[in-house]
């Protein structure tokens, strides 16, 4: 059992009121036009995190820079929070496509169970960790319907498309990655139509980008990792902010007559909702953006 009485030599912070979490901002001169509705957001966002938000308006540690307004800054964690959810809504698509052409692939060149065998992957695999992955992961889901079938009818044998189900997306990926190179190659070729080492970085990115949105992390004037790789055939990408992300997204994104209804058009409509707060440069968009990431040809 833990000892939490060791915490208590720690001068931690006291917890503050709303008021005094309110008082705070105003002295390092956040503007705040209706204090009642102020209360009221940070009833239900908290101080903690809504301050994440203010970062980008600082001036230095105490001071934000003129004309700070509380209201500015709850619209910008509004508009982070609809473009996190937009996002994810995009990548979300090119998790079940990488799916369906990793297991179409391995399982076809090795068979259903062709992913047991360890023979079937590269020499980074470490397949007895794998192994074990895999049984949690079939304990993890013992609830679920299509599990119990398959436990009951083929005595836990899983076929390599019906296991992928319970990948998590960062799973996913690391299985692509322990493919054999001539196994991966194809897929890049023929699906992704680009060098091998970039699609396994861009994946990396994407991964990094899903787990930044699926944890509530800010987007705004914010950098996610490493810069994604770039590809003569697309436009290059500059540094590790949203805008080079997203281009990564556009060339994992294997629907491409989608793309441009399902991501872009919304995409404009949300920042155009809110251009009058917005400095799309804090995203790495460029003046440009939309012409970057449309697709024009599919």
Request: glycine content about 4%; proline content about 2%; aromatic content about 16%.
């Amino acid at each position: 059992m833990t000892d939490f009485s060791k915490y208590n030599k720690f001068n931690v912070k006291s917890p503050a009121t709303i008021k005094q979490q309110l008082d705070k901002l105003k002295s390092r001169g956040c503007i705040i036009a209706d204090e009642k509705k102020a209360e009221e957001t940070l009833s239900f966002i908290n101080y903690y995190r809504l301050a994440h938000y203010f970062e980008p308006f600082l001036l230095d540690k105490y001071h934000y820079k003129e004309g700070t307004t509380f209201e500015k800054i709850v619209q910008i964690y509004d508009f982070d929070r609809k473009l996190r959810i937009l996002i994810l809504s995009v990548l979300e698509e090119i998790e079940i496509a990488l799916r369906a052409v990793i297991s179409n692939s391995h399982s076809m060149r090795y068979g259903a169970l062709g992913y047991l065998n360890a023979e079937n992957f590269n020499t980074h695999h470490n397949h007895q960790y794998f192994l074990s992955k895999i049984e949690r992961m079939i304990e993890t889901n013992d609830d679920k319907a299509f599990v119990k079938h398959h436990m009951k009818k083929y005595k836990g044998a899983f076929p390599l498309w019906v296991m992928m189900e319970m990948f998590s997306f960062g799973n996913l990926i690391y299985f692509f990655y322990d493919m054999h190179s001539s196994d991966k190659k194809p897929i890049a070729d023929n699906y992704y139509k680009a060098k091998l080492s970039h699609v396994e970085n861009w994946l990396g990115c994407i991964s990094d980008l899903r787990n930044h949105c699926a944890h509530y992390n800010r987007l705004y004037a914010n950098k996610i990792g490493d810069i994604p790789a770039s590809d003569e055939r697309w436009e290059n990408t500059a540094d590790s902010m949203l805008f080079s992300y997203l281009l990564a997204a556009k060339r994992l994104y294997l629907r491409k007559d989608r793309w441009n209804s399902n991501f872009v058009i919304p995409l404009s409509s949300l920042i155009e909702s809110q251009k009058d707060i917005l400095d799309i440069s804090l995203l790495g968009f460029p003046d440009d953006w939309e012409i970057k990431l449309v697709f024009y040809n599919y």
